[in-house]
């Protein structure tokens, strides 16, 4: 895996909010997605910037919508109706196990092909 230096740009206050706001020191992070709690402090420090694993690795660790961080890291961006979903049902969506989320999106789907904006 390759490493490159990144400029400040915010992902870092990004992970660092959301493991403090979930009680994890990095270490405890680190070992919950077992990634050595050095590389996490280099991710909040800024010094690396964290590949799409990485990103998969500390959303769903720490309960924040991956386009979060892919928006600041210049990946993606969440688009403007995304912002406007209420809490709940994102609240719901992170709780949901990878089968629940499919089905989810299944359902949303063909709501979106049976009734158009």
Same mark, same amino acid.
């Given at each position: 895996?390759?490493?490159?230096r990144?400029?400040t740009?915010?992902?870092?206050?990004i992970i660092?909010?959301?493991r403090?706001?979930?009680?994890?020191?990095?270490?405890?992070l680190g070992e919950? %997605?077992?990634?050595d709690?050095?590389?996490?402090? /280099?991710?909040e420090n800024?010094?690396?910037?964290?590949?799409?694993? *990485?990103?998969?690795a500390?959303c769903?660790?720490?309960g924040i919508?991956?386009?979060?961080l892919?928006?600041?890291l210049g990946i993606?961006? %969440?688009?403007?109706a995304?912002?406007?979903?209420? /809490?709940?049902?994102?609240?719901?969506?992170?709780?949901?196990?990878? *089968?629940?989320?499919?089905?989810?999106?299944?359902?949303?789907?063909?709501l979106?092909?049976?009734?158009?904006?």
């Open positions: 895996m390759s490493w490159r990144h400029s740009s915010g992902w870092g206050a660092r909010e959301a403090e706001a979930k009680g994890l020191t990095q270490r405890q919950a %997605i077992e990634m709690h050095g590389r996490i402090s /280099r991710f800024e010094q690396w910037t964290p590949d799409l694993d *990485d990103v998969h500390l769903t660790a720490l919508w991956p386009e979060r892919l928006g600041i993606g961006l %969440i688009p403007p995304a912002a406007q979903v209420p /809490r709940e049902l994102t609240d719901a969506y992170l709780e949901m196990n990878n *089968d629940g989320r499919k089905s989810l999106l299944q359902v949303a789907n063909s979106r092909v049976t009734h158009p904006r």
